[in-house]
T-cell receptor, first 117, second 114 residues
Framework: AQTVTQSQPEMSVQEAETVTLSCTYDTSENNYYLFWYKQPPSRQMILVIRQEAYKQQNATENRFSVNFQKAAKSFSLKISDSQLGDTAMYFCAFMGLSGGSNYKLTFGKGTLLTVNP | KAGVTQTPRYLIKTRGQQVTLSCSPI?????VSWYQQTPGQGLQFLFE???????NKGNFPGRFSGRQFSNSRSEMNVSTLELGDSALYLC?????????????FGDGTRLSIL
């Protein structure tokens, strides 16, 4: 079964600075998909960025970018020019077959990011 | 375009009762998944429905069940409620079951068991 590990339960950053959230995963699959979701206090889960494992180029969405290291099974999220609205719980998620015939989304435990003014 | 709608937003039940939660997906989305979120266990996958059929299931007891209607709306039912069922239940929809299709989440139903 796939596992997703986020080793940083909490992080804080000053407004306008850059922060990197770590995520590692364990899988024997070659084709899979990785996502970062954000859950603010309003609790709605919002997709931040996604990466297909077969793509070597790291995904980028405005201030958000990832560092995808397939061999190391690492998928970190970098937030540039942090804003107060980035304060949220961030979840790393893995979409794979999990030994079955249908894809399933597995989440990490999350990292609570606080952006300080 | 309206997002994923979950009702009710909050629910309080007592042990032994049963509960039904509802989820209306984004228009055109045919896949609906359910997740349980607790502080201790995090987000755990319950099941996924596509075209009115359960296509995938997580490791939850049979007390947790669901169904999907022809309009893609989905319901989740939990019978014989236990204190440990207290959680935020999230529903997510996507266009189909393609793995590159991101899931769009609702605001969740907060279920409290007394």
């Amino acid at each position: 079964a796939q596992t997703v590990t986020q080793s940083q339960p909490e992080m804080s950053v000053q407004e306008a600075e850059t922060v990197t959230l770590s995520c590692t995963y364990d899988t024997s699959e070659n084709n899979y998909y990785l996502f970062w979701y954000k859950q603010p206090p309003s609790r709605q889960m919002i997709l931040v960025i996604r990466q297909e494992a077969y793509k070597q180029q790291n995904a980028t969405e405005n201030r958000f970018s990832v560092n995808f290291q397939k061999a190391a099974k690492s998928f970190s999220l970098k937030i540039s020019d942090s804003q107060l609205g980035d304060t949220a719980m961030y979840f790393c998620a893995f979409m794979g077959l999990s030994g079955g015939s249908n894809y399933k989304l597995t989440f990490g435990k999350g990292t609570l990011l606080t952006v300080n003014p | 375009k309206a997002g994923v709608t979950q009702t009710p937003r909050y629910l309080i039940k007592t042990r032994g009762q049963q509960v039904t939660l509802s989820c209306s997906p984004i228009s055109g989305h045919r896949s609906v998944s359910w997740y349980q979120q607790t502080p201790g266990q995090g987000l755990q996958f319950l099941f996924e429905y596509f075209s009115e059929t359960q296509r995938n299931k997580g490791n939850f007891p049979g007390r947790f069940s669901g169904r999907q209607f022809s309009n893609s709306r989905s319901e989740m039912n939990v019978s014989t409620l236990e204190l440990g069922d207290s959680a935020l239940y999230l529903c997510a929809s996507r266009w189909d079951q393609s793995p590159n299709q991101p899931q769009h989440f609702g605001d969740g139903t907060r279920l409290s068991i007394l």
